[in-house]
């Protein structure tokens, strides 16, 4: 049982929760909790920690059982509770805790081109909010989204908030970040045929006017500033959610979940 804080796994670990670098350098990210660590494909989990006592309750031996029979190679190992507690990013922390590999997505990944759907794709601009994030990822697994592509200055997609927030999707929702933004637009427009669409002032139709049955990708902006000019003026076309009372905007996540199921309905239908 590890019992020190200053124990190197544990000093990385903290590391790991605290640090975006850290996570980028070594190719690691923190999940915690019962479900999302049982979430976690067994070919990504590096390691696992479970808090002292944890594994007497019936519920616990269980888990421990489970999670060594999924993935009988991987570390697992009890901490004391007070260094369990230094570790944690949450104020309740569940007594589990696992370190997960980051994946390694293709823009044909992103695509769908094994779903045999058409592409579907939501493409974040400097969108800086934890929750919007995390909300976006897990909403789109449930509108079938083949993908999302973010720019680097967007949110850390492994920070643990996000994490948290995804409900175990960012496991299942293929996503890649992009350091030049402009480039992968032209790509999707030119190379694989894809519609491109921004929610924009300038649109002169509303988004349920469009038709989504084909390759089709939502750009989505910075939560105050919206989409840079610069990106905005790659869409295919503008588009416009009408809104009542006196709101100029819709939260970010909302305005995507909004077009990712448009698009589902759609295609539903079809």
Do not use: W
């Amino acid at each position: 049982m590890i019992t020190s804080t200053s124990n190197n796994q544990i000093k990385n670990i903290i590391a790991l929760n605290k640090k975006a670098r850290e996570r980028k350098a070594q190719r690691l990210f923190v999940v915690e909790g019962i479900r999302a660590v049982a979430e976690v494909p067994a070919a990504l989990l590096h390691a696992v920690y479970y808090v002292e006592g944890f594994g007497a309750s019936a519920e616990g031996s269980a888990f421990i059982s489970e999670l060594c029979a999924k993935a009988p190679s991987v570390l697992v190992e009890e901490v004391a509770k007070s260094v369990f507690n230094s570790m944690s990013d949450t104020v309740t922390p569940q007594g589990v805790l696992a370190l997960v590999k980051m994946q390694d997505f293709t823009m044909a990944d992103v695509l769908g081109t094994n779903t045999g759907k058409p592409a579907h794709i939501v493409v974040l601009e400097s969108l800086q909010d934890p929750g919007n994030m995390g909300t976006i990822i897990r909403t789109a697994e449930g509108a079938g989204a083949t993908g999302i592509i973010m720019n680097n200055t967007t949110v850390d997609i492994y920070s643990p908030k996000v994490v948290r927030s995804t409900m175990g999707s960012i496991f299942r929702v293929p996503h890649i970040i992009t350091s030049d933004l402009a480039a992968t637009l032209t790509e999707l427009k030119e190379q694989h045929n894809v519609s491109v669409y921004a929610a924009h002032l300038k649109g002169e139709k509303f988004y349920d006017e469009f038709d989504y049955k084909g390759p089709t990708a939502f750009m989505i902006g910075n939560e105050g500033n919206g989409l840079t000019d610069q990106t905005a003026s790659m869409a295919t076309s503008y588009l416009k959610i009408p809104m009542e009372g006196q709101l100029e905007s819709l939260n970010a996540s909302v305005a995507a979940s909004i077009l990712m199921y448009e698009t589902l309905r759609q295609r539903r239908q079809r």
